[in-house]
C-alpha cells in the first residue's frame, strides 16, 4: 500500500519505519531535502516557501506537489493539519485533481478561520476527506465539529523517546516536577498554592522560563515555600530524560481560556514513559493522555489538587503505583508501533478494506 504523506514535520523516522514493516510504502514531501530512499522509506523533496514546520506559513508549490503525487502513484494522500492552514489546502487541492482519496489529521482543538471565504474552504478540505482524524481526542473533536459517517481515529505524532527499562522506589520525600514555558495558562501559580496546603516534606522541580518566573518565584516566597523548590531554567529536550529517575509526579495544573488550552501533552507524555505519575487539570489534551493512571482535575480546582498531592506525600508507594500505570499506558498506546498500527487501520478504512 503505496502512501504520501503530506506535513509541516515528517513524522519520525522510527514510525515511518514500523509502517513498511506493516506492508506500507511511505513517501514523505520534505521541503529542505533532496529525494532519497532509505530502508522502506522514501523522501521526496517538493517545492516550498516559507518556515518548515510552521502550519500556518508553509506553503507548497500545487504544481510541485501534484506531480510529486502523480509520479509516486499512491491508493492515499496522507494529509496532518487543520483545514484552514496551507499544507491541508494544497494537499486537498492535489488530492481532488487527481482524483485521490485522502486522511485528514487535525492538530488544533480550539480556534478555526477567520472570515467567511476561509471557513468556505475549510469546510471543504474538510468535507472532502476519506477520513478524519486527530493528534489527541480534543483536536479530532474539533475537526469533526459534530457527527460523521466517515471513518475517524486519533492519531499521535510520535517520536516519544521510551526507555527500555525502569526502576523505580518510594521516596520518603516525594519530589514533584513542573515543565513548560512558566506563563499564566500553565497555572504553576495554582500549584504552588495546593503545594502550600500540603502537610508534611516534598521537594518541586520546576522546570522551564518564561514572563511569569519572577512573579511565580515571590509568591513562592510569600508562601514560604522557597526553600524547597529548586528552579532549574531552560533545560534541553535531550537532557530531560536524565531529570526523571529523580522525579515522582509531573504536575501539569494547566488553566482552560477562551484562547488556549494544553494542545498535546508532549511533556505529560514523555514522563509517563518514565514512569513518573501524572497529575493534569482537565486541559486540552491533558486528560485524554493521562486516562485513568494518575490524578485528573477540574481546572483551578486548588482542593482537589492539594488533596492528590497529599496522598502522594502520605503513600509515596502511590506514586508508583500511577507511574507504573502510565508507562503501560504509553507503551500500548503511544509508542511507535502502535501508532503506526492506528495509521494502518485509518488508511485501510479510509480505503474501504479495513
Known sequence: MKIFILAPEPPPPSVLHHLTSLGVEPTVAMVRAESMSESGVHYRHVTARGQSGDPLDLRWSR?????????????????????????????????????????????????????????????????????????????????????????????????????GTVRRHARATPTFAAAGRLIRERGIDLLLDALGSTYGTWQLK??????????LEAHAQRLGLSGRIEWLGAVPREALGTLWPAVDALIAPSRVTPSWVEPNGQVVLEVMAHGVAPMVSRSGALPDVAGDTGLVFDPED?????????????????????????RLRVLERYGDVAIAERLVVLWRKALGTG
Open 302 to 326: 486548588v482542593g482537589a489538587l492539594t488533596a492528590g498531592l497529599q496522598q502522594v506525600v502520605d503513600s509515596p508507594d502511590r506514586a508508583i503505583a500511577m507511574g507504573n500505570a502510565a
Open 206 to 215: 520546576v522546570i522551564g522560563t518564561g514572563p511569569e518566573q519572577e512573579s
Open 63 to 163: 504544481k510541485a506537489l501534484r506531480a510529486a503525487i502523480r509520479e509516486v502513484g499512491p491508493a492515499l494522500l496522507h494529509i496532518v493539519g487543520d483545514p484552514w492552514t496551507p499544507t491541508a489546502e494544497a494537499g486537498a487541492a492535489a488530492a481532488r485533481d487527481l482524483k485521490l482519496p485522502y486522511a485528514l489529521v487535525g492538530t488544533s482543538s480550539i480556534g478555526g478561520p477567520g472570515g467567511m471565504t476561509a471557513r468556505w474552504q475549510a469546510k471543504r478540505v474538510r468535507e472532502g476527506a476519506a477520513a478524519l482524524g486527530g493528534i489527541t481526542r480534543p483536536a479530532l473533536d474539533h475537526l469533526v465539529a459534530g457527527s460523521t459517517d466517515r471513518p475517524v481515529g486519533v492519531v499521535p505524532p510520535g517520536g516519544i523517546t521510551i526507555p
